[in-house]
């Protein structure tokens, strides 16, 4: 029980002193660095804020050059192969008309 009250008794004694030392502005100095400090911390928010969406906007724009230039390479393969099962088709055909010519 004398705990509680001791604990009582300093909480009151720290409110008034808090009180008296606030009445005489010893605190407005912590306040206004406590002020100044929220403002420097919002703008460097900000600022991490625009440069993590700046950076974004950076790797998107760079994975959209990639996937259009691995889309162009993609397709000359694919005309490459074409390509070359065509001129395969002509030669297998040539040879067909001629062993059937013989024939």
Not at 40 to 51: I, L, P, Q, S, V
Not at 66 to 79: G, M, S, T, W, Y
Request: charged fraction near 35%; proline fraction near 0%.
């Amino acid at each position: 029980m004398s705990k509680v009250l001791w604990g009582a008794l300093i909480g009151a004694a720290a409110t008034v002193a808090f009180y008296k030392l606030n009445e005489q502005g010893v605190f407005d100095g912590v306040y206004e660095e406590a002020d100044r400090l929220m403002n420097r911390t919002r703008n460097k928010a900000k600022e991490a804020w625009e440069y993590t969406q700046d950076e974004i906007e950076y790797l998107a724009a760079r994975a959209r050059r990639k996937a259009d230039h691995l889309e162009e390479i993609a397709r000359q393969k694919a005309n490459q192969v074409a390509d070359t099962i065509e001129e395969t088709g002509e030669k297998v055909a040539g040879k067909i008309r001629t062993r059937a010519a013989k024939a």
